[in-house]
Nanobody, 122 residues
């Protein structure tokens, strides 16, 4: 079992930055991919970014490419999402997830955090 706990959300003005963290615990997950997803009110949960934990490969949704950076700290078992130049349309609950495939599909992620709210004001 893997437990994921997100932190770092909050309220920020458009153009600002936030860094989300996801602390992982439980059984060894070095073989897992980890990703960030988000869900805005009234919308489906969508892919944001993913990282192959062992190799460090990354992939981003077009909507965040060039503004968001996913990274990890192996020693701390922590995943990060650095979000720069935030826009009001980035407002959502952001979820950390762990899965067995390097994928953009929600179905490939088995473990999910509780989510952290990010609100971007215009």
């Amino acid at each position: 079992q893997v437990q994921l706990v997100e932190s770092g959300g909050g309220l920020v003005q458009a153009g600002g930055s936030l860094r989300l963290s996801c602390a992982a615990s439980g059984r060894a997950f070095s073989a897992y991919a980890m990703g960030w997803f988000r869900q805005a009110p009234g919308k489906e949960r969508e892919f944001v970014a993913t990282l192959a934990w062992s190799f460090g490969s990354t992939y981003y949704a077009d909507s965040v490419k060039g503004r968001f950076t996913i990274s990890r700290d192996n020693a701390k078992n922590t995943l990060y999402l650095q979000m720069n130049n935030l826009k009001p349309e980035d407002t959502a609950v952001y979820y950390c997830a762990a899965g067995s495939r390097f994928s953009v599909n929600l179905k490939d992620y088995n473990y999910w955090g509780q989510g952290t709210q990010v609100t971007v004001s215009s």
